[in-house]
């Protein structure tokens, strides 16, 4: 991308992904972007676990019994972890993560989803989506599991974000 600007516009959530892989080479710098992010206090406490498994790939679309689904055709997903005991700001420090993630994939011409798994049901009842994830992944206790990125080839355009569409009206001037 020539700028952050355009590259804010041209980035959008994919849920479709072409069978073609994703290289060692594309998820570090996907994964580079997210060891670089700011994070409270520069403590850097979060995890990355990485898959391109498809039978683990497979497991973690079918978590939830809505928005998982996509992360099936995805060739790698990343699951974005925080360590809560020693790092109270972990969410927030591992949505800044996920999100740089996404911006570098997009500036490379790969598509990415994120799939929220803190907080949610999974299709099990009584079992959290984390527990699933944890069990699909063999995540140690310590560790909370905020979100998975799907990333993949997209196999869809999406039209670059329409400017005049931006809600203003949200935004208080004082």
Not at 149 to 167: C, F, M, T, W, Y
């Amino acid at each position: 991308m020539d700028s952050f600007k355009e590259l804010c516009r041209q980035r959008r959530s994919h849920r479709k992904f072409s069978p073609e892989p994703v290289s060692d080479e594309q998820l570090k710098t996907i994964l580079s972007g997210a060891l670089m992010c700011p994070t409270s206090k520069g403590l850097r406490k979060w995890r990355f676990i990485v898959t391109r498994d498809p039978e683990r790939i497979s497991g973690l679309g079918g978590i939830r019994p809505n928005g998982s689904a996509f992360i099936s055709g995805a060739a790698a997903v990343v699951a974005v972890l925080g360590e809560p005991a020693a790092q109270e700001m972990w969410i927030e420090d591992g949505a800044i993560a996920a999100v740089t993630m996404q911006y570098m994939a997009e500036d490379i011409g790969l598509g990415s989803c994120w799939c929220q798994v803190r907080g949610r049901e999974s299709c099990d009842e009584g079992v959290t989506a984390e527990e699933k994830v944890k069990l699909i992944l063999g995540i140690k206790d310590e560790y909370s599991v905020l979100c998975l990125v799907g990333i993949g080839h997209p196999i869809n355009e999406r039209k670059p974000q329409d400017e005049s569409a931006l809600k203003w009206e949200q935004v208080e001037w004082k």
